[in-house]
């Protein structure tokens, strides 16, 4: 008598899922230490000198953290309101920072109590920074205005008002002592030169600007603002080179990696994205838990921080090389020898009458339902998509498809809709989802109005088809046209089709997919 | 008599079973034995070792019933539609009696109550389709062969299904269903009608009956998988049921234990239910018995059962509702869908077996070796669902590798393809799963072959389906993650024309694959289409390389009754000749192809060598119908024949299947014809001396089957 054979789940090449040099990189941190601070965390600044200390300005506070330390080794506090944008001097020594309260601080980074107080703006200050001789400080504010200061005397150089809304970024040059960008929210980068006494460039980016960057070369500059991040070309007075849409919400900040080859972008969207900066394509990708506001790669990228909205500071360290080798030791190692002969070592004696033991056979619940022929409950109690098509796949050859998917209630039929609306236009899933819906929408016609929730997926479905079958309309659109190329292009010959070519693939995929897709369409239609 | 000398045709394929007869008559001696009809003869089976200890051979036609003497156990009767019955002595394997009916007999029965007279079922003399139950008074002479003249009829239009009629309470009344009625006829009193009304049109005729050996009741199987208990059937009209339901389509074989404790059942589920009679809500089940139930089996003690499976195949069970022991014959399948193979390690002949598995049956012992699953999915007993079959497989030169295409068709546009690939395991001494390609083509995959080259280090299969092109497999190597595994290697296609058939040349060099009228020769080491022949008009059958020294030859068989040989290296037509050829095939170890044309309802034999286009050998009207499949099989020892026209056997035999059975052309001096049905009926094996007789036997069939 043979055994019951459980459902075979098939393996389902992954999609899109390439493991390239930069993926292996910039997976290679730990696990993040997440500090929780008071309020939303605006800027992180990197101290320019060893050990790298790093200032984190959140809420009225600005915190020093050592490169390994979970505690800051120093606050300031002394702030009357929300503190913004502490940053380091290129000596490691000053710190300074904007405040709500119009007035600039600037500190000792040994001391706890401001040793200047630069007053002048009139609101809030939320751009500062120091020039590249290490004399001046430019601050920017939301009273348009963006000003020069001298440290020694504490008093206002210049006073530029070019700006015709908040300034809300800003950065210095660190090869020429004059020259600084700022970006405001009247969608203008502007570039000052301390020399004469306005702008030299402006630079539209169409969007309130957010963040401004310039290559350590200094001849591009990189700008963010609303979902674009825009990338402009210094020496050639301003022209714009590449403008990125890669995240669907507001581009927060902008960091550069070490070695000036990756860029990354932070944005309220909770994706930290990474950019090859010779071609602009994304080749990595950080999720967060919330929308991230700022954004600092320590030297080397040995470790990336990043603040949020919720006033959580994630500090991820780079793995050490022997750390990065341990764990994937750890995982190959196994249970000693010891552990599987245990008792089986046993040598029975002469006259010991041996009893062997059963083999026990594990089935999963849902191969335990369908050797009872429970076919609903099989397809209730199978979980992955995978698992779930495999089950749905094995119903419908059973025959059995229809009496599973019928006799639910609301409840039950809306996850089920839940799960073939979700999983339906995965190619992968397609071939077997499709006739389950198309069952569905014959059980169920009878009953369609009856419930809201059903109603609304059955609409959803109907979209989502309408959205596919678009789709793929235009994608035999560009097929009809590749095809064109290719045979004009490429001299009369036997062989029509490489194996690999991604045209025979695309073609392969749409090829049934509008067919099928088609076919739900209209018979959709005709139900609901 | 036969013209060609030592040239015969053997019909074989293991133990042939006339499963019909098998459970229903088939009865255990002492639980040791266990005796059932098989084609023309009588086998006595071991139950312990599963090994045939007799063959009982004298009728001259198939046997229908096996049924132990009552008066003494160490003797049974068996008949046959040739119009006897024999007794034998079945522990010696000694023929004791002949008694000459002289009508057709389906099925025999007998009592203790009743000595020295037999029940018999034979056809009513006017109509064939009409069958009565007659009592056969055997006359007492001590002569080896009797004729019985003394017959009464009991019952007119009864079943020949043997399993529709029985005898109730040690002979006091029998007991015969046909369609919607029951009959139970009362030695004592007279006989008497059970009507079953065919209420709300449900399937409720019967299907077969047992009586209880010591209560007066009578169970009965219907269509719809009811089980019904009769009693209080000696009083008319008066008479009460109890029904029984588990099996959800018909039930095929019911059987009480002899002390009627239990009642066991058997259907297409091939599920084995054990009731408790008078307990009826307490079921006792025996799953996954591999294939139907057609009968089931009890032995006189008790405690053995035995179920007969529609795959040629019986289960021998324990009372505690284990199995013991099977026997197996060649599996026979719904059809014969791969190609007849040999596998090139066992030398086993390899082809569709159980739902889903591929049999490896050794030629030699003739045995199955075993069955590989290639589906791995669990078998529904149902009838009416389409499940995936095996469809193509090939093996590798070596036998390290197997590929099986398994397919299944719900509706057209449905089409489920898996193309998987077994590598051979040292250890386990089987094919193991290797790679599983899901939808390798868009269409139906007509022909698959290896690269049969011997020195290359990769491994080629092509593959050729209805969607217009061929694709090229092979082995990639390892990774350090995972061990070698195949990938698509090319993608060929011509004019977008429909490639039909495929093969590799002899040292692997050259690649041919027809597509329709044209036949394309490709190199597979660059995949570049070197040249194109063609012989129009009609569609290319077969291709197939010359082997050895005629190498250079490349022959093809269009279906406008042509067979083509072109010289590849002139890349010219050599000789073509007129013939309607169904299946051409070449021997791996000669030079010699053999080429079947179905003529009349007739299949000839054709061989010959390439280089010429005159026949070694002919034989015409080989066997009845259209050869299917066939496979040249190496010799264990080479003959040394020198006669011109069986010089072509001495290092393989030929096999091949018809639309009917396994039949294999091979020289030997004996005059043994062995027959075996694959397709529908088990069939028999039988020495005979004449070929008229086999044939004969063929038509004989065909009018049984039909």
Not at chain 2, 278 to 290: I, V
């Amino acid at each position: 008598m043979a055994s019951f054979k459980p459902t075979k789940i098939p393996i389902y090449p992954k999609l899109g899922e390439k493991v390239t040099q930069d993926t292996v990189y910039w997976k290679n941190y730990k696990a993040p230490v997440q500090i929780k601070e008071f309020g939303a965390v605006t800027n992180i600044h990197f101290s320019p000198v060893a050990p790298h200390n790093y200032a984190v300005t959140a809420f009225t506070r600005i915190h020093i953290y050592g490169p390994f330390s979970q505690e800051p080794v120093k606050s300031f506090t002394r702030f009357k309101d929300t503190a913004y944008c502490g940053r380091y001097r290129s000596d490691g020594q000053l710190l300074v920072a904007g405040c709500e309260d119009s007035v600039v601080r600037l500190f000792d980074v040994s001391g706890k109590v401001a040793l200047r107080m630069f007053k002048g703006h009139t609101k809030a200050v939320h751009v500062t920074d120091f020039t590249s001789e290490r004399y001046h400080i430019f601050t920017g504010s939301d009273d348009y205005t963006c000003r020069l200061w001298d440290i020694p005397n504490a008093t206002e150089l210049n006073t530029y008002q070019e700006h015709t809304d908040y300034i809300r970024c800003g950065v210095t040059s660190k090869l020429n002592r004059d020259l600084f960008i700022t970006g405001s929210y009247d969608h203008t980068l502007k570039l000052f030169d301390a020399r004469v006494d306005k702008s030299v460039i402006t630079m539209d980016h169409g969007q309130p600007v957010e963040s401004v960057l310039l290559y350590p070369s200094e001849g591009l500059v990189v700008s963010a603002g609303g979902r674009y991040v825009k990338v402009w070309d210094l020496l050639k007075g301003g022209q714009p080179l590449v403008s990125l849409k890669n995240h669907h919400k507001t581009v927060t900040s902008l960091c550069l990696s070490s070695n000036g080859q990756r860029l990354l972008s932070a944005s309220l969207d909770r994706h930290v994205k990474v950019y090859n900066t010779t071609n602009f394509r994304v080749v990595h990708n950080f999720d967060y838990a919330a929308s991230v506001l700022s954004l600092a790669l320590a030297p080397d990228d040995e470790s990336i921080i990043v603040g949020m909205t919720n006033g959580v500071l994630s500090i991820k360290h780079r793995k050490s090389p022997e750390e990065s080798k341990e764990v994937s030791h750890q995982q190959r190692r196994r249970p000693s020898y010891r552990v599987f002969v245990k008792g089986k070592n046993y040598m029975p004696k002469q006259d010991d009458y041996l009893v062997s033991k059963p083999v026990r056979e594990y089935l999963t619940k849902y191969d335990k339902h369908l050797k009872k022929f429970n076919i609903s409950k099989a397809l209730d109690s199978a979980l992955k998509p995978e698992v779930t098509v495999a089950v749905i796949k094995e119903l419908d050859r059973r025959g059995t498809l229809k009496n599973a998917l019928a006799g639910r209630d609301e409840k039950a039929l809306s996850e089920l809709l839940h799960f073939i609306t979700k999983n339906m236009v995965d190619f992968r899933f397609a071939p077997v989802l499709v006739p389950a819906a198309n069952m569905i929408l014959d059980i169920y016609r009878s009953v369609i109005g009856q419930s809201p929730v059903v109603d609304r997926q059955l609409l959803y479905l109907q979209d989502l088809l309408q959205k596919e079958i678009n789709y793929q309309q235009e994608l035999l659109d560009v097929l009809g046209m590749l095809d064109t190329l290719f045979a004009s292009s490429v001299p009369r010959k036997e062989l029509l089709s490489q194996p690999h070519s991604d045209s025979f693939m695309l073609f392969v995929y749409f090829k049934f997919k509008t067919k099928n897709s088609k076919e739900i369409k209209k018979k959709g239609e005709r139900n609901i | 008599m036969v013209e060609h000398g030592d040239i015969r045709v053997v019909h074989r394929g293991g133990i042939a079973r006339y499963c019909r007869f098998l459970c229903e008559r088939g009865i255990f001696c002492c639980c040791r034995f266990l005796l059932c009809g098989s084609g023309y003869e009588v086998k006595v089976f071991s139950t312990s070792t599963e090994e045939c200890i007799h063959d009982l051979r004298a009728h001259t036609d198939l046997v229908t019933g096996v049924l132990l003497r009552p008066s003494n156990h160490l003797q049974a009767y068996s008949c046959s539609t040739d119009g006897t019955v024999r007794l034998w002595d079945y522990t010696d394997g000694i023929l004791i009696k002949t008694y000459v009916i002289g009508y057709p007999i389906y099925s025999i029965y007998t009592s203790a109550n009743h000595s020295g007279v037999l029940f018999v079922v034979t056809p009513t003399s006017d109509k064939r389709s009409e069958f009565q139950l007659v009592a056969v008074h055997l006359p007492q002479s001590g002569d080896q062969l009797v004729e019985a003249r003394e017959f009464s009829a009991v019952l007119s239009d009864v079943s020949s299904n043997p399993a529709a009629t029985s005898f109730g309470r040690g002979g006091e009344y029998i007991a015969s269903a046909k369609g919607l009625q029951l009959e139970v006829y009362f030695f004592k009193k007279q006989k008497f009608f059970l009507k079953e009304d065919n209420k709300k049109g449900g399937k409720n005729t019967f299907t077969c009956l047992a009586c209880h050996p010591k209560d007066d009741c009578i169970a009965t199987g219907h269509e719809d998988g009811k089980i019904r208990l009769w009693r209080n059937f000696n009083h008319k009209k008066e008479y009460t049921y109890t029904t029984l339901h588990w099996h959800h389509s018909a039930v095929s074989s019911l059987c009480f234990t002899p002390e009627g404790t239990n009642l066991l059942s058997g259907g297409i589920e091939s599920v084995l239910v054990q009731w408790r009679y008078n307990q009826e809500s307490q079921r006792d089940f025996l799953p996954r018995l591999g294939a139907a139930i057609t009968h089931i089996a009890v032995s006189p003690d008790g405690a053995l059962f035995c179920t007969s499976h529609s795959d040629n195949k019986i289960t021998i069970i324990r009372s505690s509702i284990q199995v013991s022991a099977v026997i197996q014959g060649l599996v026979k399948g719904d059809s014969v869908r791969t190609d007849l193979m040999v596998d090139p390690r066992s030398k086993a002949l390899v082809l569709n077996g159980k739902p889903g598995h591929l049999q490896f049956y050794s030629l030699q012992r003739d045995k199955l070796l075993y069955n590989l699953d290639i589906v791995q999915q669990e078998y529904i007993h149902q009838s009416g669902l389409e499940q995936f079959e095996v469809v193509k497989a090939a093996f590798d030169a070596y036998g390290n590798w197997l590929a099986t295409v398994e397919e299944r068709k719900q509706k057209p546009t449905e089409l489920e393809l898996n193309l998987k690939l077994w590598a051979f395991d040292e250890q386990t001494q089987s094919f193991m799963l290797n790679t599983t390609i899901s939808a390798p083509h868009e269409a139906r995959i007509t022909a698959m072959c290896f690269c049969h080259s011997t020195d290359s280090q990769t491994t080629v299969l092509v593959s050729v389906s209805k969607d217009g092109h061929f694709k090229a497999w092979q082995l990639a190597p390892a990774t350090h993650t995972e061990g070698p595994s195949w990938s698509c290697d090319f993608v060929g296609a011509y004019h977008s024309l429909v490639p039909e058939c495929c093969c590799f040349s002899a040292d692997g060099s050259l690649l041919a694959v027809s597509f329709q009228e044209v036949v394309t020769v490709w190199s597979p080491a660059s995949w570049e289409l070197l040249t194109t022949l063609s012989q129009p008009p009609g569609a290319i059958r077969n291709l197939c390389f010359g082997q050895l020294t005629c190498s250079k030859y490349l022959l093809g068989t269009t279906d406008k009754n042509l067979l083509c040989c072109w010289n590849l290296l002139t890349c010219s037509l050599e000789w073509s000749t007129s013939m309607d050829v169904s299946l051409l095939l070449s021997d791996p170890f000669s030079e010699n192809m053999a080429a079947f044309c179905c003529q009349a309802g007739c299949t000839d034999l054709f061989v010959f060598k390439p280089s010429e286009p005159r026949p070694l050998f002919s034989h015409k009207a080989v066997c009845l119908g259209k050869v299917t499949r066939a496979v040249f099989a190496p010799r264990e020892k080479m003959l040394e024949s020198c006669e011109e026209t069986s010089q072509w056997l001495n290092h393989s035999q030929l096999y091949f299947v018809t639309q009917y059975m396994v039949n294999t052309q091979h020289n030997e001096a004996t005059w043994h014809y062995s027959r075996e049905a694959l397709k529908n009926m088990g069939l028999c094996i039988r020495i005979f001396t004449d070929t008229f007789l086999v044939y004969k036997s063929v038509y004989r069939l065909r009018w049984l089957m039909s």
